[in-house]
C-alpha cells in the first residue's frame, strides 16, 4: 500500500487524500513533524526540501502535491481527474488553488507561529490581497468548476483551508456562486472523510 506522510491541517495532503478517494486507490496515512523554522532530518531524507506531503511508493518518494496527484490519479480505473475537453482549463485551476493554499499557508506561519513582535503585516497583507484576486477571479469564471476534476478537488481543499485559517476574511460575502458551490462540495464523501484537525 501506498504510504502518505502528512499532517491533517495541510491544505496540500488532504488535497491528496481527496484525490486517492476519488480514484479509489488505498493510502496508508502517516503523520509527519513538521516545524517552518526546524528542520524535519526524517523528512529531508526523503523530500530534500523537508516539506510535506510525501508519498512513498514503489518507485521511490514522490513529492510535492501536485506530482502525488498524477501518481495517484495514474493508478486509479477509467477517465482520470486531468481528462477532460479543455485541460488547460483543468491546470489553470489547479495552479490557482495551489496558490490560494500557499498564499494562506504563508499567512498562517506570518500570523499565528512568527513571535508577535517580528510579524510583517505587510506581506501578511499581500498574501491575503492574492488571495482576494484569485478568489474574485473564480467568482467570474464558474463555468471551470461544473465538473469534477483536479482544479475543483484542489479548489475545494484550499477554500475550506480559509475557512479553517482565515476565518476572519468572511470570503464567501463577495462570492455567492463560490460559496453555494462549495455548499455542495462540502458535502460529499471525499471532503467529509478529510475534513482539517488542528495541531
Known amino acids: 500500500m ?14 491528496v487524500r481527496m484525490v486517492a478517494i476519488v480514484r479509489g486507490v488505498p493510502l496508508a496515512l502517516e503523520e509527519a513533524k513538521v516545524d517552518p523554522a526546524k528542520r524535519n532530518a526524517s523528512l529531508g531524507a526523503l523530500n530534500p526540501l523537508a516539506k510535506i506531503p510525501v508519498l512513498i511508493a514503489p518507485e521511490g518518494p514522490i513529492y510535492d502535491s501536485r506530482a502525488i496527484c ?18 488547460w482549463a483543468i491546470l489553470r485551476l489547479e ?17 499565528a507561529i512568527r ?13 491575503f ?6 478568489l474574485d477571479c473564480l467568482e467570474a ?11 475543483t478537488i484542489g479548489l475545494a481543499a484550499a477554500l475550506e483551508y480559509l475557512d479553517f485559517r482565515h476565518p476572519k476574511l468572511h470570503w464567501r460575502k463577495r462570492r455567492p456562486v463560490l460559496a453555494k458551490w462549495l ?9 467529509q472523510c478529510t475534513r482539517y484537525s488542528a495541531f
Open 115 to 127: 513571535p508577535g513582535n517580528l510579524v510583517w503585516q505587510d506581506w501578511a497583507a499581500a498574501q
Open 70 to 87: 498524477r501518481y495517484i490519479d495514474a493508478k486509479g480505473e477509467g477517465a482520470g481527474l486531468y481528462a477532460g475537453p479543455d485541460v
Open 95 to 111: 495552479a490557482l488553488a495551489d496558490g490560494i493554499m500557499d498564499a494562506a499557508v504563508i499567512a498562517r506561519y506570518e500570523l
Open 183 to 191: 455548499e455542495g462540495e462540502a458535502a460529499t464523501e471525499r471532503m
Open 141 to 151: 469564471r464558474t463555468e471551470d468548476l461544473q465538473t469534477l476534476h483536479m482544479g
Open 2 to 15: 501506498l504510504t502518505l506522510l502528512q499532517t491533517p491541517a495541510s491544505p496540500f495532503a488532504r488535497k
Open 129 to 134: 490581497a492574492r488571495i482576494e484576486a484569485a
